[in-house]
């Protein structure tokens, strides 16, 4: 790929670069020893140190006047295999401040602000192969990751296995995504038995949280979270062995730190750990709403009209989206035949479809088209030529489904379909069980979103309010997730074919999750005839912006609830969601700006409305407010609400 890098820098900080070398005296007077090397955030309220426990390196992690992580071990395991020790040879420290622009995202600006740490080691024994390890300290959470310099003892390698490890001094509180299944937790870190996905959320006091992930996923394979072999402790799970060489890096092992859940859900640490935009003309990477076939299929229209795969029914769908605000229409799974059938050919319409007058007629009304794709076709057909063929219908994206394999291979093909969609101009939702979300949108900024967390509907069976509300805090701490919101016709729905289970929820709870939920594209899940029933609740979802500027979490935790804010330009957009129990809440909207009056369009649930028993009942309400009001609202069991506030 020949992309240039498109870094959107604003005002960026001279970079500071100083080299320190320590020195010890010892008969080798080549080696550079040191007890502890510390490394302070930006505002000096997050000290790493590291150091060398009989030659090896582990780091501790001080919050304030807390140690929440101590003596947590650094390495990995390799064929050929280091052998005993390190001493420590070098070190070298930079500092990096910088504010960019991304293509779409939470925050529209974010600052890139750490001081970083590179310390390169060298066996104390054998052939004297190298490692380096770099610390980057944030004001926000740390990272390090692993490195392998060019040497002559040491070519091309195999990781086995990530020592790396989490080792906290209590037995805290967590909670962990967990692929498309409900979240666990909260459980004790000694609790902990199989190996769990990241990202994790630690609670260690009521005003300390950390949270584990990994950024930059590029190269090796990605880990999951196991206990490791001593108390209070996880440590890295790598799904399987690596081929590396010198030249190369791993991925980042990252440490988010706030105050509040909140502030982990608000953090950008993954994005600043990515590499800058490989994409040199981003224009064409529209994120919005789309319109979705697959759980429409069976749904009767109020004139008879039965919604199934084909032509015609693609054509209502986007007049609908035309009419509304709504950007494109997704074509999922069979559209090209049975998903999982080699003869079904992902370069031609099967069926009832003519996807050439789809795409003509799709243009004319200014919507554009997703499609379904997955390995089977793909590698039957090539990867390749089917994108090209994708765009040179006019395609806007494919949704890549059930990608095969695993580790190393996974990650390397997720990669190879990112880099071919973004040479052909289309955008990419990965879906079934794809690697994490892990920053790599800064990068690649034609990924829009990922099902990376259970979403609405979908494995055959439903999620409850309590998993809608862990996943903003849990899941999205990886990145944008694809939860297919917006069912508005909650009564009869199982009847459809791809509706497998009753769905628990609320209409304004669905409303509320598209501004909770951050997403490049926001899959509305129901039927045309059923928003158009609730034209006046749909009028939320068609005023909502493509992209925003700012996204705060201003109450919440991830047992009870969550309220976000984003902001586009002037206007607000605020989502609500709470578990199983009612709530009234009391928020503050000292995040306005002072001074301005704006209009708060409030959709919220009626005061009989259940998440199980009476799911569509809501109510409208329109106030005038500012700076220094308070919003009082309601949410019923399982419910939500949603605000949009207009500056006037």
Known sequence: MNYKPEQKLIKPKENNYEICFFAVLTMLSFMVQAKDYNLLSPDGNVETLISLDHGKPVYTVVVGDRTPIQNAALGLKLDPAYQGGFNVVDTQNRKVDETYEMTWWKNRLIRNQYNEMRLFLEEAEGNRKQLTIEFRAYNDGIAFRYAFPEQENLKEFVIEEDFSEFAFTDDYTWWSANGERDNLGP???????????????????????????????????????????????????????????????????????????????????????????????????????????????????????????????????????????????????????????????????????????????????????????????????????????????????????????????????????????????????????????????????????????????????????????????????????????????????????????????????????????????????????????????????????????????????????ITVARRAGENWYLGSLTTREPRTLNLKLDFLKPGVQYQAFLYEDAPETHFITNREDYQIRLLQVDAESTLTIKVAPGGGAAVRLISF
């Open 187 to 561: 459980l004790s870190i000694n609790a902990a038995k199989d190996p769990g996905f990241a990202p994790m959320v630690l609670e260690c006091a009521n005003d300390l949280y950390f949270g584990i992930h990994e950024a930059a996923i590029s190269d090796f394979a990605n880990f999951k979270i196991k206990r490791a072999g001593k108390a209070n402790a996880f440590q890295c799970d790598l799904q399987g062995p690596s081929n590396a060489k010198t030249g190369m890096h791993t991925s980042w092992r990252v440490i988010m730190i706030g105050k509040q859940p909140g502030d982990l859900v608000e953090s950008n640490l993954l994005q600043n750990l990515n590499p800058p935009c490989e994409i040199e003309d981003t224009s064409w990477i529209k994120p919005g709403l789309s319109m979705w076939d697959w759980r429409v299929w069976g749904f009767t229209a109020p004139d008879g009209f039965v919604y199934g795969l084909n032509t015609i029914s693609h054509k209502r769908f986007i007049d609908f989206a035309a009419e509304n605000n709504v950007d494109y229409l997704l074509m999922d799974a069979d559209w090209y035949g049975p998903e999982f059938s080699e003869k079904s050919d992902p370069t031609q319409s099967a069926g009832e479809i003519d996807i050439v007058e789809n795409f003509r007629y799709a243009k004319t009304k200014g919507v554009g088209i997703i499609l379904y794709l997955n390995d089977v076709g793909a590698n039957k057909f090539g990867l390749e030529r089917v994108l090209k063929q994708s765009h040179d219908w006019g395609a806007s994206g494919v949704k890549y489904g059930f990608m095969t394999g695993t580790g190393q291979a996974k990650v390397l093909q997720t990669r190879r379909v990112v880099e071919l969609c973004a040479k052909y101009k289309l955008t990419v939702n990965f879906h079934d069980t794809p690697i994490p979300p892990n920053g790599d949108d800064r990068t690649w900024p034609n990924v829009l979103t990922r099902e990376y967390c259970h979403s609405q509907a979908d494995a055959k069976y439903s999620y409850y309010p309590e998993t809608a509300v862990s996943a903003a805090f849990i899941n999205m701490l990886a990145g944008p997730l694809d939860m297919c919101s917006g069912w508005y016709g909650f009564e009869g729905n199982e009847v459809r074919p791809k509706v497998f289970r009753f769905i628990p929820g609320t209409v304004t709870a669905e409303n509320a999750k598209l501004v909770v939920f951050h997403s490049g594209i926001s899959v509305l899940a129901d039927s045309p005839e059923n928003y158009k029933e609730k034209a006046d609740l749909f009028d939320f979802v068609t005023n909502l912006p493509k992209r925003y500027d700012e996204y705060k979490v201003i109450d919440g935790h991830i047992e009870s609830h």
